[in-house]
């Protein structure tokens, strides 16, 4: 499409005094040859479309509270994105959701790195559809994340809009939010500035997409590993 090519063209200009290889793979992904990266408009987009076709299907197939959660799992400074190490993030998580009664419960989605202007934090998140959690178990994490750090440690919603709220679990963006949340939400969103997009291309680089999808309670099917 040729929105997404202007867009690989924008992050190559931002990148190509920063990351001169990522910078070139992108000017040069093409339908013939793909260059396969998480920060390519293209790349990104391929595998990303079965995984929340797959988050649908499970969506329809279990009973029970259905809710949206965000889940804090570390801050960054800017300039220290490389220090994440996103499967230790994950890895905790899900042992604080079995120890707070999180287990028969399903959560699935996804693993971002957020850019907050205002803080000038990268914020380690995790998106999430929730089936079967308990109230109790809400309560209990929530009160072991409080003192997680400056970001909202934990966000629940009701479920209400599949499709919107489910194309939201796990994506790759090169955007951020500037200007508060207001009335009518946090307003229009920026392209990241050239230093941090290029944290966040490093940091991608050290993952494939089946790195992102976070499962808890549900089995890896053939759409979250490939």
């Not at 293209?42 to 889940?71: F, K, N, V, W």
Request: charged share 25%; net charge neutral.
């Amino acid at each position: 499409m040729p929105e997404k090519k202007a867009l690989n063209q924008k992050r190559s200009d931002d990148l190509v005094d920063r990351i001169p290889k990522v910078a070139v793979a992108l000017e040069d992904c093409c339908p013939e040859a793909r260059c396969g990266l998480l920060m390519c408009a293209e790349c990104s987009e391929a595998p990303r479309e079965p995984y929340i076709a797959e988050l649908r299907r499970t969506e329809d197939m279990y009973e029970g509270p259905h809710q949206i959660a965000t889940i804090h799992l570390a801050t960054y400074p800017a300039g220290s994105l490389e220090a994440a190490d996103m499967k230790k993030a994950q890895g905790a998580l899900r042992k604080q959701l079995e120890r707070y009664g999180f287990t028969g419960s399903i959560l699935v989605g996804g693993t971002e790195a957020g850019w907050s202007e205002k803080q000038g934090l990268w914020i380690l998140h995790v998106h999430l559809l929730a089936i079967g959690a308990p109230d109790a178990a809400w309560k209990m994490l929530r009160a072991a994340l409080r003192d997680s750090g400056p970001a909202i440690p934990l966000k629940v919603q009701p479920l209400r809009d599949v499709e919107y709220q489910l194309s939201y679990l796990l994506k790759f963006t090169t955007c951020h939010w500037p200007k508060a949340r207001g009335p009518e939400g946090r307003g229009p969103a920026c392209p990241l500035p050239p230093d941090r997009l290029a944290e966040l291309a490093a940091f991608w680089s050290r993952y494939s997409f089946g790195d992102f999808p976070f499962l808890f309670g549900a089995h890896r099917t053939r759409a979250l590993v490939d």
